[in-house]
């Protein structure tokens, strides 16, 4: 997520020199012939420019806004992801307690409290189409992360095992029916926020809208100098390369939008949210070696 520094917003600028760059010279050809050959008696009517221009602005309005859509669900899915995983936790420590009679000395509850963490972090890769198991060592036991290692999808799987476990509780008479059901609800939330992640990741912006509202940018590119042909050149050119930028721009914000887990600058900062919960998970079970806040870079935090 693009949190302030201009060395991001060049970078994406940076991005469109490529197309730029054969614009300006094409608005330079159309300039030069115009001076040339005196093209006002092929001038094209600037106002079906202006009607192109209009219905351009109306689609990409629509597609900037059906992108932020998408981007605003995915944040809204994290951070019901960040109060749920708390709630997670804190209702073990007020259920079952945080007596220290499981495996190491580690009581059944920190266990899965860590283990909730060890799952914001392996959802987070896994949207990214990364290694979901990095950085889980420290997190989850070494035989159940073997265990994941043979999983597609290691998020549902550490799901899985959290509810296993808290069946174990249960049955343990550690809790009652009234908490079993309370903690349960917290992990179908959760696996309700993970499928929504998933449905945003594995639902693409319609292509066939994507190249229809591209070749009207181009044709309107195409057209543009050719409509004020009876402005001078100096001002022919400025206004086309205007026009032409700012097209360019906004259809590629909102390429950028709509995807929100490509791991681009403009991406949920799902890594930053993982580290905040597990910061969190830690204090609340009473552990004071916590790692640090993540921190933006170059003005970008993941």
């Given at each position: 997520?693009i949190?302030?520094?201009?060395?991001?917003q060049?970078r994406?600028?940076?991005?469109?020199?490529?197309?730029m760059?054969?614009?300006?010279?094409?608005?330079?050809?159309?300039?030069?012939?115009?001076?040339?050959?005196?093209?006002?008696?092929?001038?094209?009517?600037i106002?079906?420019v202006?009607?192109?221009?209009?219905?351009?602005?109306?689609?990409?309005?629509f597609?900037?806004?059906?992108s932020y859509?998408?981007?605003?669900?995915?944040?809204?899915?994290?951070?019901a992801?960040?109060?749920?995983?708390?709630?997670?936790?804190?209702?073990?420590?007020a259920?079952?307690?945080p007596?220290?009679?499981?495996q190491?000395?580690?009581?059944?509850?920190t266990?899965?409290?860590?283990?909730?963490?060890?799952?914001?972090y392996?959802?987070?890769r896994h949207?990214?189409?990364?290694?979901p198991?990095?950085g889980?060592?420290g997190?989850?036991?070494?035989d159940?992360?073997y265990?994941?290692?043979e999983?597609?999808?290691?998020?549902?799987?550490?799901?899985?095992?959290?509810?296993?476990?808290?069946?174990?509780?249960?049955?343990?008479?550690?809790?009652?029916?009234?908490?079993?059901?309370?903690?349960?609800?917290?992990?179908?939330?959760?696996?309700?926020?993970m499928?929504?992640c998933?449905r945003?990741?594995n639902?693409?912006?319609?292509?066939s809208?994507?190249?229809?509202l591209?070749g009207?940018?181009?044709?309107f590119?195409l057209?543009l100098p050719f409509?004020?042909?009876?402005?001078?050149?100096?001002?022919?050119v400025?206004?086309?390369?205007?026009l032409?930028?700012?097209?360019?721009?906004?259809e590629?914000?909102?390429?950028?939008?709509?995807?929100?887990?490509?791991n681009?600058?403009s991406?949920t900062?799902?890594?930053?949210l993982?580290?905040?919960?597990?910061?969190?998970?830690?204090?609340?079970?009473?552990?004071?070696?916590?790692?640090?806040?993540?921190e933006?870079?170059?003005?970008v935090?993941?």
């Open positions: 997520m949190v302030g520094g201009s060395r991001v060049w994406i600028v940076g991005e469109l020199w490529r197309p760059l054969l614009i300006t010279v094409y608005v330079l050809v159309v300039s030069w012939i115009d001076l040339s050959y005196h093209l006002e008696d092929y001038e094209f009517p106002s079906i202006g009607i192109l221009g209009t219905v351009i602005g109306l689609l990409l309005g597609r900037t806004n059906s859509d998408r981007w605003w669900e995915a944040r809204t899915l994290w951070g992801i960040v109060n749920d995983s708390r709630s997670w936790t804190r209702q073990l420590l259920f079952a307690g007596e220290a009679d499981g190491h000395g580690q009581s059944p509850v266990r899965m409290a860590l283990r909730q963490t060890a799952w914001c392996a959802l987070s949207l990214r189409n990364q290694n198991l990095e889980l060592s997190l989850v036991e070494s159940e992360l265990k994941y290692g999983c597609l999808n290691v998020p549902n799987e550490i799901l899985l095992q959290q509810a296993v476990e808290l069946s174990e509780l249960k049955r343990q008479d550690k809790l009652d029916p009234f908490e079993f059901v309370e903690l349960e609800r917290t992990l179908t939330r959760l696996t309700n926020a499928g929504g998933e945003i990741k639902t693409p912006f319609p292509a809208y994507s190249r229809m591209h009207l940018i181009c044709g590119v057209f409509g004020l042909v009876q402005v001078p050149g100096p001002a022919l400025f206004i086309s390369l205007c032409s930028f700012g097209f360019l721009f906004v590629h914000v909102a390429i950028y939008l709509q995807d929100p887990f490509s681009k600058p991406d900062p799902m890594l930053g993982s580290r905040t919960i597990e910061i969190n998970i830690r204090q609340m079970l009473g552990q004071t070696d916590v790692p640090e806040k993540l933006p870079v170059d003005g935090l993941y």
